[in-house]
């Protein structure tokens, strides 16, 4: 078995429809578990009283908005390799979801940073690269509508997709490179002396996996209804020509 078989469109919506109500519920529980956990039976922290709890949905949200980005850009470059319809529908699927993920960690980053750095905004290293991606989202959902050729448009935005790699790759380690930003390091750390408490650790990582699982099951679903829209345009051609 290869996973190019996947690239087949029928192999794909076949193997997705059996995927799809598994990663729904899955993401249903993960999501409602680890909020629930995190919202309600964490305590407060010491130095940032309940505002810590943003982080259930600020992490997350951040996470995949960067990796969302990532696999546009390994779909992209299957697309312009190989030239394999469904990863670039699969790219078209993600972006949207990308965008809501990267808006939401703007929002919560804003909601965390009034209280702990005395306003809603910060030209931040970090917050400025999340913004820039966040641009780069639109732009790339505008250049798929604005191309009406399905095959030019996977072609221009997967390049788009190459060069907003470059602020993906700043917005996940823009605080390592410079000093001088506000946003804190990473919350997610293999080092003791950074990781968080256990007592939101785990929850945490419910919430990731749920996330995870979320961005799954609404990918498949776009994808599936990508691959739809380009079945019926090519049957609407079809009649035209007859």
Same mark, same amino acid.
């Given at each position: 078995?290869? $996973? ?18 598994? *990663?729904?519920?899955?993401? *249903? ?48 470059? $299957? ?15 993600? *972006? ?10 703007? $929002? ?99 919430? $990731? ?7 799954? *099951? ?25």
């Amino acid at each position: 078995m290869s $996973i190019w078989e996947y690239a087949n469109p029928v192999k794909f919506m076949k193997t997705s429809s059996l995927v799809l109500p598994w *990663a729904t519920g899955l993401a *249903a529980v993960c999501l409602l578990g680890g909020l629930i956990w995190g919202f309600f039976l964490t305590p407060e922290a010491d130095n940032f009283g309940s505002t810590v709890k943003v982080i259930y949905v600020h992490v997350p949200a951040a996470m995949m908005a960067i990796n969302i980005w990532a696999m546009m850009l390994v779909t992209s470059l $299957i697309w312009l390799i190989r030239r394999h319809h469904v990863s670039a529908l699969a790219a078209k699927a993600a *972006a949207p979801i990308g965008m809501v993920m990267t808006l939401i960690a703007l $929002i919560t980053g804003a909601i965390w940073g009034q209280p702990m750095w005395g306003t809603w905004w910060e030209w931040d290293p970090r917050l400025t690269s999340f913004l820039i991606l966040f641009l780069f989202y639109l732009g790339y959902m505008a250049l798929w509508e604005a191309i009406d050729n399905p095959d030019t448009a996977a072609d221009l935005t997967g390049v788009l997709c190459l060069v907003g790699s470059v602020f993906a790759l700043l917005s996940r380690y823009a605080v390592l490179f410079w000093n001088q930003g506000l946003h804190q390091g990473a919350t997610l750390s293999m080092d003791s002396a950074q990781h968080i408490s256990d007592v939101y650790w785990f929850p945490l990582l419910l919430c $990731i996996a749920g996330f995870i699982l979320f961005f799954i *099951a609404l990918v498949l679903l776009r994808t599936r209804t990508e691959i739809r829209l380009r079945r019926l345009k090519a049957l609407e051609q079809r009649e035209r020509m007859a």
